[in-house]
């Protein structure tokens, strides 16, 4: 594999596993079954017969069963999909925010795993883990080779159970093996700062059960630090989405009541639907508002959100809601474009199928899917230029998306020349010694998107990307 193609497919795989989805939780499946085409399921049966008895090798019954499901499911659209028994597990620790591991967030770097940041509390945060720490061995197993997803297995297991990771710290120039004790981890996905005297940064990573609680526990703080706070920055950046339940919950905190945060159609009745900024809309269960917490000055303070093209599903529904509202100016790039529902219908204890059931729309009733929300103000990811914009996969590149709004096509011959220059410009990066091109941290003062946010709230000079354009939709062709 080249060079070029490597940098592609992490590139690629880097934005699609961003792409979550704005899921709405349903326990009862519907009561009505449509026909059943009988030809074409004689024809699956004899299909399944043949692979059984003929097939050079003995197959396992049950598995071609769930792969032609999977496959059914998966024709449909890039975000439909059959839950085995292990999947749906996954699906439900990653909506919960609840998992059992050592509790760190990492990334890949030159094949080790680096730790990006122990969550705090967590074992690995007991142990003395720190941000930059690389874990060259997981028990007896070395990283190098490991996908990040693997590396990421060999650690997660039961409550209880140890893991030995070694540890290269550079800083200190030694390597050193840690005894983790696993245990159940919650992940945040809210974080905050107050930046400067007046001015505070609010960053939501994913819409997870916990996250309201979180964020407004996180404004609480905030507004003890700054009671008369003069600008707040949303940051949705790479936000890949998640409850839908959740995303209407953090619009209806900066929105006037009972105004639309967004609206659904599909085919089926209960996908015809306008979501509020009310409580009967957000809550899940019966309880106490969380949002009745929050001073009513944040339904007026001056407010950016910060979006690029890995905000995705639930984090797009909010800046939409925001921007049609006129309640928050949208800065960054134009946003993934993933508008649309999938609903979780169990088939039984332990699977479930994940099915598109709506679009979704703002509340000016555009639809945002395969086009995405396109920012107020376009703003570079840095000073120089946001130099790999072009490599980025938003919905409109995934294969079997759902079209939107019909668009002028882009011309292929152009986009090609953009990537290849991008392409280019990479492989120089990536010659580059790792702590030179590891990018700003979000929220730091290197955070050129939070610098022009802040600027904007301030009413500064904000410098203006002079090479982001709106992205429109590839008009599709059968």
Not at 354 to 378: C, E, L, S
Not at 403 to 414: F, I, Y
Not at 452 to 464: D, F, I, N, T
């Amino acid at each position: 594999m080249s060079q070029k193609t490597k940098i592609a497919g992490w590139i690629a795989v880097g934005a699609l596993a961003g792409a979550l989805t704005t899921v709405s939780l349903q326990t009862v499946a519907r009561g009505t079954l449509a026909p059943l085409p009988l030809e074409e399921l004689q024809q699956l049966a004899a299909v399944f017969g043949m692979i059984k008895s003929d097939y050079v090798e003995p197959v396992d019954e049950k598995k071609l069963l769930t792969d032609a499901i999977s496959g059914m499911v998966s024709s449909l659209d890039p975000h439909s999909q059959y839950f085995d028994k292990k999947s749906f597990k996954e699906f439900r620790e990653g909506t919960t925010g609840k998992f059992v591991g050592v509790g760190i967030e990492i990334t890949q770097e030159d094949g080790l795993i680096r730790v990006v940041s122990p969550i705090e509390g967590s074992p690995a945060d007991r142990a003395g883990l720190k941000p930059g720490d690389l874990i060259t061995r997981v028990d007896d197993t070395p990283v190098k080779g490991l996908t990040l997803n693997e590396a990421v297995k060999r650690m997660r297991g039961e409550p209880g159970t140890k893991v030995i990771l070694t540890i290269l710290r550079r800083d200190e120039n030694r390597s050193f093996p840690v005894t983790i004790v696993r245990e159940e981890i919650r992940t945040q996905s809210v974080k905050s700062k107050v930046v400067e005297p007046g001015y505070a940064w609010l960053r939501l990573s994913q819409f997870q059960e916990r996250t309201v609680e979180d964020f407004v526990t996180k404004l609480e703080d905030i507004y003890k630090r700054e009671p008369q706070l003069k600008g707040l920055v949303l940051d949705l950046r790479n936000d890949p989405g998640g409850l839908l339940d959740a995303a209407i919950a953090v619009s209806a905190a900066f929105l006037p009541q009972d105004v639309t945060v967004v609206s659904t159609d599909g085919q089926i009745a209960e996908s015809k639907s306008v979501y509020k900024a009310r409580p009967e809309d957000y809550l899940r269960r019966r309880g106490a508002d969380p949002l009745k917490r929050l001073p009513a000055a944040l339904k007026s303070v001056p407010m950016v959100v910060l979006v690029n093209e890995g905000s995705a599903s639930a984090s797009e529904i909010v800046a939409g809601a925001l921007q049609d509202h006129k309640r928050a100016t949208i800065m960054g790039s134009q946003t993934f474009g993933k508008g649309s529902v999938q609903t979780v219908r169990p088939l039984g204890p332990d699977t479930a199928l994940k099915i598109t059931t709506a679009r979704y729309y703002t509340p000016n009733g555009n639809t945002i899917q395969a086009k995405g929300i396109v920012p107020d103000i376009m703003v570079d990811d840095t000073a120089e230029g946001s130099p790999f914009a072009a490599l980025r996969m938003r919905e409109a590149d995934l294969d079997k998306h759902l079209s939107g709004s019909q668009e002028e096509k882009k011309d292929p011959a152009v986009l090609e020349k953009e990537r290849e220059a991008a392409l280019k410009r990479l492989e120089e990066e990536s010659r580059k010694p790792a702590a030179e091109r590891r990018p700003p941290e979000y929220g730091s003062d290197k955070d050129f998107p939070l610098q022009q946010a802040l600027a904007k709230l301030k009413g500064q000079p904000v410098k203006v990307s002079k090479t982001l354009v709106e992205r429109k939709e590839d008009t599709k062709t059968e």
